[in-house]
């Protein structure tokens, strides 16, 4: 890998160029053949791998299970939920036949027309309507309630204009599915939800987020509420970073999901649906990374450390090898990803340039004349700074180093969104401060059509309704009705 691959288009000149230069050249992913899909590559995978596992181990500690449902959907189910359907339509992609067959004529493989399918089937834009099917077979009774389940797995949406990780028309995903007895815990268990996913990204992607819920306008397709967590990038950018959705019974309701309550009469199950999708991966890069690459959270890296040994022959390499190799059993007996490497196909300049690019935390280098000192030069990649410690001890330091660095990361990004929300009262100063990027606080009418008219104008929309948003009376900025508590618009990916 040449050094030369540091050369990243900088965030100041285009901001998007940067992103995609650095999603390749990390080695994190790359364009498939097949248009707007891509190709995660093994470093990136580790990364989300890191990401699924912290995760799966936060949904079972709230009961949910894992299960797996079919990729492809009967056209008919996504027609029985009216608002499901005109939502996702547009995105669907559809197997029409099973079978190919040679061209007579010489053109290569076709489809064969007498394969052609009796119903259509539809490759899962998200599963809502499967699983509601399936869930009709389990649900008799309010004993069977509730059912917590999730499924990791892969979706498709047809999408006109991709970014890898960000937006791709296939993507990998979570997808939870319950289904309750009352409207009370199934809108508890979309809220806990969402509270386990701005968990997961505050304390492990170190992503500050603000927890809301949609617009009638921006909610799911086919949901009652939709709550979300919004995160803002480097550029002043929202990024909706994960969604649970009350859907109240109205699935239930188009699968004849019933069961006898407890007064014994039969009642449509209350329902939520909630993921997070490998978009998490663009928020992590777009949040923190820098000119120089990637800049990973600790919590969340697939390497904390990497020791490069500085050497001129084999007996250096020995000597500084059999000093490394205590420092890094007592970094994994601590739970520390560490990577030697001690491979000589690349000069450590080389290397040095490589895990910069990468993101990994922290760097150790270890030569004959630290190993005569007792100490090694560290450099920790959120700030480049260069150190040089005693190696005594220099597994706890590091141990430490890390939670400060994860630490630091998250307020930086906190900082940055807190000197980038504003509140804003007029229209015209509106027009002003969204070229600006950045969270605006403003007070809206609550109606579709002042939002609609905002969007076409402006590029901005209502990312959220904050939760924790104080009750604060007004008027909205174009309509002047009143309003009782601001909202967040911003221009988002």
């Known amino acids: 890998m040449a050094i030369e691959l540091k050369d990243l288009t900088k965030r100041a000149d285009n901001y998007s160029q940067w992103y995609n230069d650095l999603v390749v050249k990390a ?24 990401m699924q596992q912290t995760l799966d181990a936060m949904f079972k500690e709230t009961g949910v299970q894992n299960a797996y449902f079919p990729l492809l959907i009967p056209k008919s189910f996504l027609c029985k939920e009216a608002e499901h359907v005109e939502g996702f339509a547009k995105e669907c992609a559809v197997v029409t036949h099973y079978r190919l ?31 509601w099917n399936t869930y009709r077979n389990w649900i008799t009774s309010y004993r069977d309630l509730p059912i917590l389940c999730n499924q990791w797995a892969n979706v498709m949406r047809w999408e006109m204009r991709t970014r890898m990780f960000l937006r791709t028309s296939e993507f990998l995903w979570q997808e939870g599915h319950t289904a309750h007895a009352t409207r009370d815990e199934a809108e508890a268990k979309a809220r806990e939800m969402l509270e386990v996913y701005a968990t997961f990204a505050e304390k492990y992607l170190a992503v500050p987020v603000i927890r809301g819920v949609k617009s009638a306008n921006e909610r799911f397709a086919g949901a009652i509420d939709t709550y979300t967590i919004e995160a803002m990038m480097q550029d002043g950018k929202a990024l909706q970073s994960g969604t649970s959705h009350f859907l109240g019974q109205n699935f239930a309701k188009a699968f004849d999901v019933t069961f006898i309550n407890r007064e014994n009469k039969p009642e449509y199950v209350w329902a939520t649906s909630w993921g997070v999708s490998t978009r998490l991966m663009g928020a992590m890069i777009m949040c923190h990374s820098d000119d120089n690459g990637l800049v990973l959270p600790p919590h969340i890296a697939p390497i904390h450390v990497v020791i490069v040994p500085i050497y001129k022959n084999a007996d250096q390499l020995a000597a500084i090898t059999e000093k490394v190799e205590p420092i890094i059993s ?5 739970g520390i990803r560490v990577k030697y490497d001690a491979a000589d196909n690349r000069r450590p300049g080389f290397k040095f340039a490589d895990y910069e690019l990468k993101g990994v935390p922290v760097r150790l280098a270890i030569g004959a004349r630290d190993i ?3 100490t090694v030069e560290l450099m920790r990649r959120d700030t480049l700074e260069k150190q040089v410690e005693p190696i005594d001890g220099i597994a706890e330091f590091i141990r430490d180093l890390l939670e400060d660095i994860q630490k630091n990361i998250y307020v930086k990004a906190s900082e940055r969104r807190a000197a980038m929300t504003r509140n804003v009262d007029t229209y015209d100063q509106f027009k002003e401060e969204i070229e600006k990027g950045g969270f605006l606080m403003c007070h809206w009418d609550g109606t579709t059509e002042t939002e609609e008219r905002i969007k076409a104008e402006t590029k901005a929309t209502i990312r959220c309704i904050p939760l924790d948003a104080p009750q604060e009376e007004g008027v909205d900025m174009i309509t002047g009705k009143p309003s009782h508590r601001r909202v967040i618009f911003a221009r988002n990916y």
């Open 372 to 374: 005569e000192h007792g």
């Open 27 to 50: 080695d994190l992913a790359e364009q498939s053949p097949v248009r707007g899909c891509m190709i995660i590559k093994p470093y990136g995978y580790a990364i989300w791998e890191r």
């Open 330 to 334: 007592r970094l994994r007996e601590m």
């Open 101 to 131: 067959k040679n061209d007579p004529n010489g053109n290569g493989v076709v489809v064969d027309p007498e394969a052609r399918l009796e119903e259509e089937l539809i490759i899962r834009p998200t599963s809502e309507t499967i699983i």
